[in-house]
């Protein structure tokens, strides 16, 4: 029944297989992604997904909605376009943590504060899986990689601390393991007004575990099953016995006004004035 229902979302004339790699999570991630759709009763022609450059970012190619596969770490400029040109739409943007949080993180950062009305599933595999293997901004302090062969010196970024210190109204965490509760995170997330970051956290059994001797993609997955925690468990927890988990849920879930409202308000009051202006 649920691969019936993915289905209905594919393109029809979009050749497959896909190009994720066997034991990827992208695919995994992306099933949640349209069973929430498909619960929400969205038309297919009210949503577009909008994404950047990478693995993840090929998924707007073999889903059947209006999409834009734009240029790396753009989606968000792109994005708010598609939303402030009709704000009735709903606009899914999927991205990598490479392209949103390295050469696009001054836009996810903005796109946070402003409050945009944009959904945001950012997958995190912690590498450049797609164009060789270098280190992301999220790799973790001492994995390798292509361009870290003697380990990454780097402080890796929290990806949720970043969205909720930089403004955004719903911000969660859940990993491709746990796919029930990400779905439960993409339906709130779209039906939330405002910017909604959901990170999810995902395996690269290619590049990832080439470097890191990580194992299989079934080994990965049951990494991330054995290494999540709630938020309100990790609350309890040491520092040093936090440091191999990942901490899921809901992070933030405010009530600040959304740009798109905030800018046409200030359209209709310029109309007003410009109106007012005339008639003296």
């Known amino acids: 029944m649920m691969e019936d229902i993915v289905h209905q979302y594919l393109r029809p004339k979009k050749k497959f297989p896909h ?27 009210n949503i577009v997904m909008v994404s950047g450059i990478g693995c993840s970012s090929r998924a707007p190619v073999y889903f059947d909605f209006c999409s834009l596969h734009s240029t790396h770490g753009r989606a968000l400029p792109f994005a708010t376009g598609v939303k402030l040109g009709n704000p009735k739409l709903t606009v899914i943007v999927i991205s990598g943590d490479g ?7 001054n836009h996810f950062i903005h796109a946070c ?4 009305d944009l959904k945001m599933v950012l997958i995190n595999n912690n590498i450049y ?15 390798y990689a292509a ?36 779905e439960k995170y993409f339906k709130e997330a779209i039906m939330k007004p405002g910017f909604a970051v ?9 590049l990832y575990s080439f470097y890191n001797k990580t194992g299989k993609g079934t080994d990965m997955m049951k990494a991330l099953k054995d290494r999540a925690i709630s ?4 609350a309890n927890m040491s520092p040093e016995d936090l440091k191999e988990k990942i901490v899921t849920g809901i992070f933030a879930n405010g009530d600040a006004k959304p740009y798109t409202v905030a800018y ?8 007003r004035s410009r109106v007012d202006e005339e008639s003296i």
């Not at 190009?19 to 297919?44: E, F, Q, T, Y």
């Not at 890796?156 to 393991?177: E, H, M, Q, W």
């Not at 959901?198 to 290619?206: Q, W």
Request: with cysteine.
């Open 147 to 182: 361009t870290a062969p003697y380990g990454n010196i780097d402080r890796p970024f929290d990806i949720c601390k970043l969205a909720v210190a930089a403004g955004a109204n719903y911000v969660a965490r859940s990993t491709a393991f746990h796919t029930f509760q990400i």
């Open 264 to 271: 046409q308000e200030l359209m209709e009051r310029a109309e």
């Open 113 to 116: 504060r402003r409050n945009i």
């Open 19 to 45: 190009v994720w790699c066997p034991g990827c999570g992208d695919g995994v991630v992306m099933n949640s992604l349209i069973r929430a759709i498909h619960s929400l009763k969205i038309s297919r022609d």
């Open 99 to 105: 392209d949103a949080t390295a050469i696009g993180g």
């Open 129 to 143: 899986g797609m164009t060789g293997g270098q280190y992301s901004p999220t790799m973790p302090t001492g994995a």
């Open 231 to 234: 938020i309100e468990s990790a």
């Open 198 to 206: 959901i990170e999810a956290m995902t395996a690269c059994p290619s």
